[in-house]
């Protein structure tokens, strides 16, 4: 079984950072591509980062390219978003995804049944 909790989440002005983490526990961790959704109300879960498995592969949806970026720590079986020049339409609820397959090389990230586990999920407020 694997558990993914998120950490870091919270209020901040427009224009504000956070760095948001997400620590995975259960089953191997470094064998699997991960994920950042998020899902505002009302709307449907929209990718925001992926990351390859060794860390050298980074996709990002295009509202948050440039100002975002996803990294991981195998060694501490985490993984990271840091959210800068942050703008009230990035208000959402943030989860971290483990991809299904372990080794992933392909180039669809976007989906959200390519994911198997998800954390509850952590929000972040931004104020206008």
């Known amino acids: 079984q694997v558990q993914l909790v998120e950490f870091g989440g919270g209020l901040v002005q427009t224009g504000g950072s956070l760095r948001l983490s997400c620590a995975a526990s259960?089953?191997?961790?470094?064998?699997?591509?991960m994920g950042w959704f998020r899902q505002a109300p009302g709307g449907e879960r929209e990718f925001v980062a992926g990351?390859?498995?060794?860390?050298?592969?980074?996709y990002y949806g295009d509202s948050v390219k440039g100002r975002f970026t996803i990294s991981r720590d195998n060694a501490r079986n985490e993984v990271y978003l840091q959210m800068n020049n942050l703008k009230p339409e990035d208000t959402a609820v943030y989860y971290c995804?483990?991809?299904?397959?372990?080794?992933?090389?392909?180039?669809?990230?976007?989906?959200?049944?390519?994911?198997?586990?998800w954390g509850q999920g952590t929000q972040v407020t931004v104020s206008s």
């Open positions: 995804a483990r991809r299904k397959e372990p080794y992933y090389t392909g180039t669809y990230w976007e989906g959200p049944l390519e994911y198997d586990y």
């Open positions: 259960g089953r191997i961790f470094t064998t699997y591509c």
């Open positions: 990351i390859s498995w060794g860390g050298g592969t980074r």
